[in-house]
């Protein structure tokens, strides 16, 4: 999944997911981050 620094990146970690990719100044001044989860 994806979400952006400005939203509630904080709030998936929490849940479990990783950071495993991000696209910096997209858009300018934030990042686009790409997250993981295992599920079992």
């Given at each position: 999944?994806?979400?952006?620094?400005?939203?509630?990146?904080?709030?998936?970690?929490?849940?479990?997911?990783?950071?495993?990719?991000e696209?910096?100044?997209?858009?300018?001044?934030?990042?686009?981050?790409?997250?993981?989860?295992?599920?079992?």
């Amino acid at each position: 999944m994806d979400t952006f620094s400005f939203q509630a990146p904080e709030f998936y970690q929490k849940l479990g997911y990783t950071v495993f990719g991000e696209l910096p100044d997209f858009p300018i001044g934030h990042r686009r981050l790409f997250l993981k989860k295992v599920l079992r």
